[in-house]
């Protein structure tokens, strides 16, 4: 997998929607995305999209 962009983000309760949205609509065109907690900083979660 390729990584395209990585963005740091607020954490916010409902954003998993969003990256489980993306994954299931563009799975057909080679991208994937991810979300996880910054480990420096527990308040930012990141946002990374894959060209798989």
Known sequence: M???????????P????????????????DLMFGLALDQKDRSKMVFTIYRT
């Open 14 to 29: 409902d954003v998993y929607k969003i990256v489980d949205a993306l994954n299931r609509t563009l799975k057909e065109d």
């Open 2 to 12: 390729d990584v395209i962009s990585t963005v740091k983000i607020e954490k916010t």
